[in-house]
């Protein structure tokens, strides 16, 4: 009796009209599908999440094209096994029988180093090969510029309810096992909500509920059964990859766009996900400062104490003082003045250098610096009503220059007040 490979292996597309989902580069007169068309294929790169067919089309690819195609996966090759194929490709470059250039294929090349993707460059630069790599991650983070320059990035997306549904038709009918068992499809929101746009998630889980079920009885698809096969649903979160930088991209906007429900939200997909805690204590401290900033100077004393509680405590609890502050920092008023005043204010010594301190706020450690003008005529501003008097502080080319601009809050409005009336017109 022959083992069969699983379900997933079993329904891979061998042809673009078998391929399921991303119409918009492989649908009728798209980009890609008119490139696998004509033969003419052109370096490219997939991006997208797991389960959407990155590899898939690379194997389309490879079944219509006439070109040589390699593949390696960057899991288990090093720079030799590129080198050995670059080799082999130039071979088949100058072959009598060549028929097109060859098609070197590289899974997972998120993973591949600088010295490895490097090692690409030239071939793909010379035209001895046809790059396709697949990644999960962002290729802009993840892959080197000299790379993306000569590779289009094309983005595949999950796959929808309606694609979901095509595959679970299709496998019903036409898999070699699952079309001979009685099957009753009663409802699907389980099934799709657990397969998060992932084919291969939706078809092993179709596996596993036809394996769960003795050969002879039927096979009812319904909320429950799914439930009960999977007994929970495994987090989709990958804190090292693309849905890290999401989830903590959409945790900072909802603190800073003072919505509490949305950043509890994502504050919990990230605990649920077993994201490092440290990592978004660290977060919330930058928040207190660059969006709350000076509208509530208590903010980032809060989060400074809430990392050092997660540093001692450590979770589940931490889960707490996490919520707390997030909530908080959530409720909270907010201003990035502070945060646009050393931006402005780094920008400005970017494009005026090194200007001169005055003289007369100069230290004067020494008798000759004080002959020569260090430190001379300075006022001392305790010496004077109202701890202030007004005195030169910017270099002579920056007199009057205005870098911080208070916010709309009534801790800053009145500070800039009092500024006004110290200082009038000459910074206003």
């Known amino acids: 009796m022959s083992i069969l490979p699983p379900l997933p292996e079993r329904m891979r597309p061998k042809t673009l009209d078998e391929y399921v989902g991303q119409k918009h580069i492989v649908g009728p ?17 997939l991006w997208g999440p797991p389960g959407v067919g990155k590899t898939t089309l690379a194997k389309i690819i490879a079944n219509s094209t006439k070109s040589p195609f390699y593949t390696l996966s960057a899991i288990t090759s090093g720079v030799k096994d590129v ?8 071979n088949d470059a100058l072959g009598v029988f060549s028929t097109g250039r060859p098609i070197l294929f590289i899974d997972e090349i998120h993973r591949f180093s600088k010295s490895q993707q490097d090692s690409l460059l030239g071939a793909v630069e010379s035209g001895i090969i046809t790059l396709i790599g697949a990644t999960t991650e ?50 699907t929101t389980a099934l799709f909500r657990f397969s998060g ?48 930088y999401d989830i903590i991209s959409a945790f900072i906007k909802s ?23 440290e990592f978004i204590a660290r977060r919330l401290a930058i928040l207190a400062s660059e969006d709350i900033g000076l509208a509530n100077p208590n903010a980032m004393l ?49 494009q005026t250098g090194d200007l001169p301190v005055p003289l007369h706020i100069r230290n004067a450690p020494t008798k000759l610096m004080k002959d020569i003008g260090y430190g001379v005529d300075y006022k001392y501003a305790h010496d004077y009503p109202g701890h202030f008097v007004k005195q030169q502080f910017l270099p002579d080319d920056l007199v009057g220059t205005r870098l911080w601009n208070a916010a709309d809050n009534p801790a800053e409005q009145k500070a800039d007040a009092l500024q006004k009336q110290r200082w009038g017109d000459s910074k206003h």
């Open 29 to 45: 007169n798209a980009v890609l599908r008119r490139m696998i068309e004509s033969g003419m294929v052109s370096s490219f790169i």
């Open 83 to 90: 080198r050995d194929v670059i080799d082999r490709c130039k």
């Open 138 to 187: 962002n290729p802009s983070f993840e892959v080197i510029r000299p790379l993306l320059s000569r590779a289009r990035v094309y983005t595949l997306q999950p796959l929808d309810s309606t694609d979901l549904q095509v595959l679970l038709d299709r496998a019903i009918t036409t898999d070699e096992v699952l079309s001979k068992r009685d099957i009753k499809v009663e409802e």
């Open 197 to 244: 746009g992932d084919a291969r998630k939706l078809l092993n889980i179709l596996d596993l509920l036809e394996q769960s079920v003795a050969y002879g009885k039927p096979l009812v698809i319904n909320d429950k059964n799914v439930i009960d096969c999977l007994q929970e649903n495994p987090a989709a979160y990958d804190k090292a990859g693309e849905m890290h």
């Open 255 to 277: 603190v800073r766009g003072s919505d509490p429900d949305a950043a509890i939200y994502w504050l919990a997909r990230m605990i649920n996900g077993g994201e490092d805690p």
């Open 302 to 350: 809060l989060a400074n104490t809430t990392y050092e509680i997660i540093q001692k405590i450590g979770m589940p609890e931490g889960r707490i003082p996490l919520a707390e502050c997030t909530i908080y920092l959530a409720t909270s008023p907010k201003s990035n003045s502070a945060y646009m005043a050393i931006n402005s204010a780094l920008e400005l010594v970017k």
